[in-house]
């Protein structure tokens, strides 16, 4: 039978659809309940899974698919994806990592400048007629010569801090090891890191080995002028110490373009105005997305053509 991808999220666009299926045929089934109703000698049909954004792909899921040998994820993060078992099953795993990195950078600076600047509040008093009203927006904070730390300096951290450097910031980073970085200061771990700034920008990976790792005592250690900036995941710090800490004052404020439970985010993040919220769109523009999609179509062509896949994972 035919289909040779299965097409895993409801969430690809008409236009990346179509590049998935000038690669090889392809069936849609964007849900696990959808993937479950498939007939069986369909499912055999299925050499690789398309997939896109958060939707779990586990070993159960795989197991649907006698002959799955490929998952391509569409995005940087693969956390979505049980990468043990796909290894275990002889799965190969490819992301979309580097296309995405100077969009998401830039979406951390926005929100850093949005929080700093009181962009949407801004944009509120001007609208609202507060403005003309002959009220001023209380006065904003500095954010160039601020102190900055980066967790995380890998691809996309780094991007974060040339960005920075350019606004006078003084860099400050913890990573799995210390890297080659222009008189960028490096700490051993988030809490020494977070005791060191005024602005904590979480770029880690996501998935198990980060859960929490912004931890209670970091989210502290950054102090009542701090904000915390995040760009990774929502399980990469703990949201609920998070927002303890912006309800005592703990800490000034946070922008955050991810969540636990997103879409759905904490109804009490939602109460707070010093809080910056984004619908996860770090990598939301039409040049990025149409990289990160030929990224993705790249490795399912190297796939089928037998070759070396281009960015794999595992
Ligand atoms: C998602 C992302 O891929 O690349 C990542 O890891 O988080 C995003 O770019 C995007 O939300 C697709 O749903």
């Not at 006698?66 to 979505?80: E, R, S, T």
């Not at 200061?185 to 979480?202: E, G, I, R, S």
């Not at 915390?228 to 309800?247: F, H, K, P, S, Y």
């Amino acid at each position: 039978s035919d289909p040779v991808t299965l097409i895993s999220s409801d969430s690809f666009t008409p236009d990346e659809i179509a590049r998935i299926e000038v690669v090889a045929p392809a069936l849609r089934a964007g849900t696990k309940e959808a993937r479950a109703a498939l007939p069986a000698d369909q499912r055999a049909s299925i050499k690789a899974i398309a997939n896109k954004g958060h939707r779990a792909i586990d070993g159960a899921q795989m197991d649907l698919f006698p002959n799955l040998k490929l998952i391509a994820q569409f995005g940087v993060g693969y956390d979505a994806i049980d990468v043990a078992a796909a290894t275990a099953r002889g799965i190969k795993v490819t992301n979309t990592p580097d296309v995405l990195n100077e969009d998401v950078a830039d979406l951390a600076v926005a929100m850093m400048l949005g929080w700093a600047r009181q962009i949407p509040q801004g944009d509120a008093w001007v609208r609202n007629g507060t403005w003309a009203s002959g009220r001023e927006l209380p006065l904003n904070r500095k954010m160039s010569g601020a102190k900055v730390g980066i967790a995380g300096m890998g691809r996309i951290g780094r991007a974060i801090a040339d960005r920075l450097a350019a606004f006078n910031m003084e860099v400050h980073y913890c990573s799995r090891g210390e890297k080659d970085t222009p008189g960028w200061t490096y700490h051993t771990d988030v809490v020494a890191l977070a005791a060191a700034v005024d602005w904590l920008v979480v770029a880690v990976v996501g998935g198990d080995s980060t859960r929490g790792y912004v931890s209670r005592a970091a989210i502290e250690a950054l102090g009542p002028q701090g904000v915390v900036i995040n760009i990774a995941r929502g399980t990469c710090i703990d949201e609920e110490a998070l927002i303890e800490a912006l309800q005592q004052g703990k800490i000034a404020g946070a922008g955050l373009d991810v969540f636990y439970n997103e879409p759905h985010v904490d109804a009490r993040l939602i109460a707070m105005d010093n809080v910056l919220l984004q619908p996860h769109q770090a990598s939301s523009t039409v040049e990025t997305r149409r990289d990160m999609s030929m990224a993705q179509c790249a490795n399912l062509a190297a796939f089928f053509a037998g070759e070396a896949l281009i960015t794999p994972v595992n």
